[in-house]
């Protein structure tokens, strides 16, 4: 059993940044593949990142490559995603989730676990 708890939204102008954290519980934390999803008022839950389990592979939507990042500290128990050159369609709920299958996804099935979410508004 994972237990995720996100933190770090907020409301910034276009082109802020922010950093979202994920902490986990679980002792196996180690072996999940974490990922990084978002929804915004009328929309489907979309993916945004993922990471591996050791952290060695990354992957991204195309809406946000080159301005996001996630990160694992596997030893604390945390995720992050590290938001740069914020637009207004970034707005929405994000959501983190983990996945037993280390190796990453971008499809929601491929997560077993997820948090409440923190809401991300970005403003014109």
């Known amino acids: 059993q994972v237990q995720l708890v996100e933190s770090g939204g907020g409301l910034v102008q276009s082109g802020g940044s922010l950093r979202l954290s994920c902490a986990a519980s679980g002792r196996t934390f180690s072996s999940y593949a974490m990922g990084w999803f978002r929804q915004a008022p009328g929309k489907e839950r979309e993916f945004v990142a993922t990471?591996?389990?050791?952290?060695?592979?990354?992957y991204y939507a195309e809406p946000v490559k080159g301005r996001f990042t996630i990160s694992r500290d596997n030893a604390k128990k945390m995720v992050y995603l590290q938001m740069n050159s914020l637009k207004p369609e970034d707005t929405a709920v994000y959501y983190c989730a983990a996945g037993r299958t280390g190796e990453g996804s971008s499809r929601l099935p491929g997560y077993n676990y997820w948090g409440q979410g923190t809401q991300v508004t970005v403003s014109s």
């Open positions: 990471i591996n389990w050791s952290g060695g592979y990354t």
